[in-house]
């Protein structure tokens, strides 16, 4: 007869990697939406124009997105984590939950960035200063979406670090 914990802990490991899918997902769905609108968009400003610049970069950033999105699509694997024990269930959800703050961290530094390029156009020294412009605003939106989704996202996934805790040990 299986005891509480083994018959809770793969249907916990399951649900948990089930959500790293769909954030992935929203991740992929965020990216895909903006290679599309600024992919479109980008055809439609001159070369010598601030929104030029924000298109370029959001499709930039957001090839690096997808790229990600599908890597974390592919890596979670929800039928495959029925076998961990109890220590590598906590090893994974902290894993994955200090992923999750390191990226919270580096979107503030994007943002800065953001700030950072768009008061450099200002100087006279910036020789293209559409291009800062443009290019902070992007890191302002990117940088702001992505440290939303992964503040969010850690929070209903540390959730899980509470059932691993509590019902299974």
Known sequence: MLTPSAEILPAINHARELLAERGMAVLGTWALLNLLISGYLVKQH???TE???FHLMNVGWNMVNTLLAVWG?????????????LPESLTAQFNFEKILLFNAGLDVAYVCVGSWFRARAGTAVATRPERLLGYGRSLWIQG???????????VIYHRWASELLLRVS
């Not at 699509?73 to 024990?85: D, E, F, S």
């Not at 702001?144 to 850690?154: E, Q, T, W």
Request: charged share 10%; aromatic share 20%; net charge negative.
């Open 46 to 48: 001159d070369a010598r």
């Open 51 to 53: 929104a030029y610049h």
């Open 73 to 85: 699509i592919l890596q979670a694997n929800p039928a495959h984590v029925a076998n961990l024990t």
């Open 144 to 154: 702001g979406f992505l440290f939303l989704f992964d503040v969010s996202f850690y």
